[in-house]
């Protein structure tokens, strides 16, 4: 008698403690989207299938899944893969809107600086710098001062990647929505001695230094735009990726 009611009350308990635990555990799959149970580890090129369950727009795939990246395969590309992607021509529209006139982006340069006899080591900088998109030449042009430093490491290694950014911080609150370019790609040293630097000069458009200054005080940065990632955070509610990705 006594071994029955033991029994009774196991099969009434049990069921009734893992009921509770996968009420709680659905409770917390729909307040934060991520999946109770962590997912399998997928490849950083993985692409989802139609069998994957349903889950919130902002829950990244490293969120529930193992993955491997390295420089080449990326958290970005991954997202390219896996949403809707604009054509060429509609990524480079929404680019052109970004940067209607002389916009101040951040500009990385980076070259090798050799520290023995078999060493050398990378030098990067990055600096504030006043670009203007020429959308027919897929060109950027900035002006230089002379001798700085970004323009002796470009001197060396002409490859060179800009970010232009804008959206909501912390400080300026308001609606929450990020906008921004990333542009990759070759520079080059237009010299006042150039026959191009006043043409090029021109196209800058300069605002507070006259022209027979700016020859005597600058030289011109002349980037041609090999690669663009565009993002903008509003894209996610339409379904398509928020990184779209315009190549020359």
């Known amino acids: 008698m006594k071994r029955c009611k033991i029994v009774l009350l196991f ?11 996968a009420i709680t555990f659905s409770q917390q799959e729909q307040t934060t989207g991520v999946p109770v149970n962590p997912a399998g580890p997928i490849s950083p090129d ?23 990246f390295d420089a080449i395969s990326t958290a970005t590309k991954q997202c390219m893969k896996n949403y809707k992607l604009l ?24 070259y090798e600086k050799r520290t023995g006899l078999f060493k050398k080591e990378a030098i990067p900088t990055t600096t504030t710098i006043d670009f203007v998109l020429n959308p027919e030449e897929k060109t950027l042009y900035a002006v230089c001062e002379k001798g700085t430093e970004k323009l002796e490491q470009i001197k060396l290694n002409p490859v060179v990647c800009a970010s232009r950014y804008e959206g909501w911080t912390v400080a300026q ?18 010299k006042a001695q150039d026959p191009r630097f006043h ?50």
């Open 11 to 21: 099969l009434t308990v049990i069921p009734f403690i893992f009921l509770t635990v």
């Open 199 to 248: 043409e090029a000069l021109q196209k800058y458009q300069l605002v507070r230094t006259k022209p027979e200054q700016a020859q005597k005080r600058f030289h011109i940065l002349k980037v041609s735009i090999d690669q663009a990632i565009y993002f903008n955070s509003d894209f996610l509610k339409e379904g398509i990726s928020i990184y779209q990705l315009w190549e020359k």
């Open 87 to 110: 054509d060429k021509e509609t990524v480079w529209k929404y680019i052109v809107e970004l940067l209607p006139g002389r916009e101040r982006f951040v500009m990385a340069t980076i």
């Open 46 to 68: 993985a692409v989802m299938s139609s069998k994957h369950p349903p889950f919130a727009p902002q829950i990244t795939c490293a969120e529930c899944h193992e993955t491997k």
């Open 173 to 190: 609150k308001g609606k929450q929505v990020w906008k921004s370019v990333q542009v990759r790609g070759k520079a080059e040293i237009i």
